[in-house]
């Protein structure tokens, strides 16, 4: 019953889309496990460039079956134009399959994430503004609408009047805004269950009965374990767990189910939005690997911080991931580097920590420790094989593997599904 997790291994944005979509090409379905539309997973291949949000990265492998599983919270107008998107580009969409247990991003939970990012001020968390945390909030703490209840016209009436009432008090009293209109809410709502409704199934049972026989089943993850709600740099989070662990709640499957877990890590470090980052350049340097990466956010356009790989977190989101394989996805964007850099630990005036904190406080005035490694100043992006890439960068990635316990056997040279060399030992 082989299950394999694809998971983000820092803040994000590592190429996740990329690599399900490679490795679909040999699954029988993949399941997106967390999150919703404040994910970009970037697919590229012979059918053109698509940047999905909620759908998962297989949908355009016609063998595969495409899951969203319990885990992912559903924003409506994003799947439904989605969905029409990829009708209208000729693509089937048959293959879809979503959650009846999967939660809804209701309207007011995009509204909500805007007016708590405005009352952070300067402590904001820079999300996404999708309505992510709300709706996961209204999720764990029993408030929230799943897609079973908005499959029965009559549970949807019942329910949303209560949540709508309650979210429109809150509205009005604690940030002086404007609350929703329920014919409307309701209007929208139902539209939208009839676009989805022939793909609503109990995917814990598809996903069950497709293990059973013995297929390939993919999990797909958004974010990053570095965003993770509890091991992650709290607050300066997402809201759900990218993790192994919660990879395998999302999608329904049983950590004695899976057999392998790829982390996908840069070849250097980004995140969007506030919080730490020891190993960030704000020079140069980071200005290129910028450029080169093209490392502006898939979803909102924003520039991404940028900066040398950042193996003190990478090495401890291996460990508790229990990550098998490392995926070291852009190896091409450091093809113009003399020197190329690696974070190897956090000094402080007395202390060196090898580990992120719980307290970011703790964090406060981290110099990176670094290790310094030959560039390869050479083209990596026509690489097809291990032996194909220059001996600099084999090196550089035999010293990540090092540096965080796990075995590097993928690479990306570049964006496209053909760029993905796969390390055969
Ligand atoms: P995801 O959220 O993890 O799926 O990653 P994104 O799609 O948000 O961001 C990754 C970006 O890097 C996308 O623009 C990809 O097309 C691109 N990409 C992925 N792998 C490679 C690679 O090996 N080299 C280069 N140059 N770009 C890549
Ligand atoms: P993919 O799946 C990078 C970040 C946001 C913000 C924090 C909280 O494409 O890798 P949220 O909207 O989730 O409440 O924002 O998490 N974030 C991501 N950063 N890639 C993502 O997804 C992200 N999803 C959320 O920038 O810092
Ligand atoms: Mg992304």
């Known amino acids: 019953m082989p299950a394999t997790i694809i998971l983000g291994g820092l803040w994000g944005d590592e190429g996740k889309g990329k690599l399900t979509d490679v490795l679909a090409s040999s699954a029988q379905m ?24 909620l759908m998962p990265s297989s949908i355009l492998n016609d063998n595969c079956i495409s899951v969203l599983g319990a885990g992912v919270v559903i924003d409506l107008p994003t799947l439904v134009g989605e969905i029409d998107d990829l009708l209208q580009r000729g693509f089937d969409v048959s293959n ?18 805007q007016l708590e990012e405005r009352r952070r001020e300067q402590d904001e968390i820079g999300t996404t503004l999708n309505g992510n ?11 929230g609408l799943r897609i079973a209840e908005l499959m029965k016209p009559e549970v949807l009436r019942r329910r949303l009047a209560i949540e709508l009432d309650a979210k429109n008090q809150l509205l009005a009293s604690v940030y002086g805004a404007d609350g929703f209109e329920f014919d409307a809410v309701y209007r929208q709502l139902a539209e939208a269950a009839d676009r989805i409704r022939p793909y609503v199934v109990a995917t814990e049972v598809v ?30 989070v997402t809201s759900s767990s990218p993790t192994a662990a919660g990879a395998c709640q999302g999608a329904g499957v049983a950590p004695t189910q899976v057999e392998r877990v790829i982390g996908i890590y840069k070849s250097y470090t980004t995140r969007v939005g506030g919080g730490p980052m020891p190993s960030e350049l704000l020079d140069a340097t980071g200005n290129l690997i910028r450029q080169r990466g093209n490392e502006f956010g898939t979803v909102t356009g924003r520039p991404r911080r940028t900066g040398w790989f ?24 450091l093809d113009v580097f003399d020197e190329i850099r690696m974070c190897t630990a956090y000094q402080f005036a007395d202390h060196q920590l090898h580990h992120v904190p719980a307290l970011l406080d703790d964090l406060v005035g981290a110099e990176p420790v670094w290790q310094s490694l030959p560039g390869w100043n050479q083209d990596t992006t026509s690489a097809r094989t291990w032996d194909d890439l220059p001996e600099a960068a084999r090196s550089y990635l035999d010293a990540i593997e090092t540096t965080i316990g796990a075995p590097v056997n993928f690479a990306g040279v570049g964006p496209d599904r053909e760029q993905t060399i796969e390390r055969k030992r």
């Open 207 to 236: 996903v069950q009965d497709e293990l059973a026989k013995g297929s390939q089943v993919l999990i797909e993850c958004a974010q990053g374990a570095m965003l993770d709600i509890d091991y992650g740099t709290y607050p300066y």
């Open 30 to 53: 993949v399941v997106r496990a967390n999150g919703g539309s404040n994910a970009g997973h970037t697919v590229v291949n012979s059918n053109g460039a698509f940047k999905f949000r």
């Open 310 to 333: 950042d193996a003190v977190a990478a090495r401890q989101t291996a460990r508790m991931n229990g990550v098998t394989d490392v995926m070291i996805a852009l190896v091409d964007v």
């Open 133 to 143: 945390g709300p709706a996961y909030a209204d999720k764990v703490s029993r408030h």
């Open 96 to 113: 879809l399959r979503i959650s009846d247990r999967a939660h809804i991003v209701l309207p007011w939970h995009r509204a909500l994430d």
